[in-house]
């Protein structure tokens, strides 16, 4: 019974997802002014043949930065919540 | 997580990180110029030392690789990163203006536009945030993982 009531709702689930997908557009977006410009004056602006980087590193360089600053904050949740205790150690509150 | 592999294992280990450090280091080095930058790159390098906490003993790791290591790469990769974004500041440009692109110094040899083979010494500051990136990445994955990986055997060992 699970078997079957888990199967029809992955069938209703992918059928929904596949023709929300095919019935977008694909190709034609309504605004490509920023993309033209990024595809023309990329390269000459930045030197970097890869558009995409320049994008990241140059043009939309904030974005790294915080990109960079989350992985920083990640990485010391991880070291907070995973910091090794002695044996007899106990947390004191006050 | 405290018993090693069998040789076989830990062998080709050992074999394959070399190779895929350096695949990571080319995809950090090559980000201005190819698919993949400083993330990828530094999740590929991330990757080889995660094969080798794998493979190997805990404490055989830690022998090889301090922890202290991979905190310096994360903090030096994001001081870098910013530091290289400010530099433009004294320059009289703006916050991330890429200051470097163009002079003929380093990474400012001017390209030929439009379709070229790729020259490494462009793009600016480009390549400099591509490694700082690189380098915070590399730390920062390699110090989740080995924090993941010393609770887990902390814990078998408590038991």
Redesign the interface.
């Known amino acids: 019974m699970r078997t079957v009531v888990a199967g029809i709702t992955l069938v209703v689930l992918a059928v929904a997802l596949l023709y929300a997908a095919v019935s977008i557009p694909f190709g034609n977006p309504a605004m490509s002014d920023m993309d033209d410009y990024f595809i023309t004056n990329g390269?000459?602006?930045?030197?970097?043949?890869?558009i995409?980087?320049?994008i990241?590193?140059?043009y939309r360089?904030?974005d790294?930065?915080g990109?960079?600053?989350v992985?920083?904050t990640?990485?010391f949740g991880?070291?907070v919540l995973?910091r090794?205790r002695k044996?007899e150690e106990d947390y004191e509150y006050e | 997580m405290s018993d090693s592999m069998s040789k076989i294992i830990r062998t080709t280990a050992d074999v394959m990180f070399m190779f895929i450090v350096v695949f990571g280091f080319y995809i950090v080095l090559h980000?201005?110029?190819?698919?993949g930058?400083?993330?990828q790159g530094g999740a590929v390098i991330a990757t080889g030392f995660i094969l080798l906490i794998v493979a190997h003993k805990l404490d055989d790791f830690l022998g090889w690789f301090k922890k202290k290591a991979f905190q310096n790469f994360?903090m030096s990769?994001?001081v870098l990163?910013?530091g290289t974004?400010l530099a433009a500041i004294p320059l009289g440009y703006l916050f991330?203006r890429?200051f470097l692109?163009?002079t003929g110094g380093l990474f400012?040899?001017?390209?030929p536009?439009?379709i070229?083979p790729?020259f490494l010494n462009?793009?600016?500051?480009?390549p400099i945030?591509?490694i700082a990136?690189g380098i915070?990445?590399l730390?920062?994955l390699s110090?989740?993982i080995l924090?993941?990986t010393?609770?887990i055997s902390?814990h078998e060992e408590?038991e």
């Open positions: 390269q000459e602006q930045t030197g970097a043949n890869n995409v980087t320049s990241v590193f140059d360089g904030f790294t930065l990109e960079a600053c992985l920083f990640a990485v991880v070291s995973f090794l044996k | 980000g201005h110029l190819t698919p930058g400083g993330f994360e990769g994001l990163f910013i974004a991330f890429n692109c163009g400012g040899q001017v390209v536009y439009g070229n790729g462009t793009a600016g500051t480009i945030m591509n990136v915070e990445v730390g920062g110090i989740i924090y993941m010393s609770g902390n408590g």
